[in-house]
């Protein structure tokens, strides 16, 4: 049974930090690329980070040089690491992995609230 948990999320001032993790099972990690969207009441959802399976970054413009992807193959768990909060980061976040022909798995998402 495929599972993505997703941990970390919380209320934070802002200019504050918080780590989200999210921890898989159920398929073989190390083969998806592992994504973070987020989404926004009102607001589609977007693409935050990713990171691929050979360990490849991409960040969407609004959170260079504040937020990393980064995953550990070992614990089959993906983290995103978010510095510099912003009220407009406020979002539900959510754990995502894909491989194409083989899957595309989402989490239940963890509540981000930045606070001005």
């Known amino acids: 049974q495929v599972q993505l948990v997703e941990s970390g999320g919380g209320l934070v001032q802002a200019g504050g930090s918080l780590r989200l993790s999210c921890a898989a099972s159920g398929f073989t990690f190390s083969m998806y690329g592992m994504m973070w969207y987020r989404q926004s009441p009102g607001k589609e959802r977007e693409l935050v980070a990713a990171i691929s399976s050979g360990g490849t970054t991409n960040y969407a413009d609004f959170v260079k040089g504040r937020f990393t992807i980064s995953r550990d193959n070992a614990k089959n768990t993906v983290y995103l690491q978010m510095n510099s909060l912003q009220p407009g980061d406020t979002a539900v976040y959510y754990c995502?992995?894909?491989?194409?022909?083989?899957?595309?798995?989402w989490g239940q998402g963890t509540q981000v609230t930045v606070s001005s």
């Open positions: 995502n992995a894909k491989r194409t022909w083989s899957g595309n798995y």
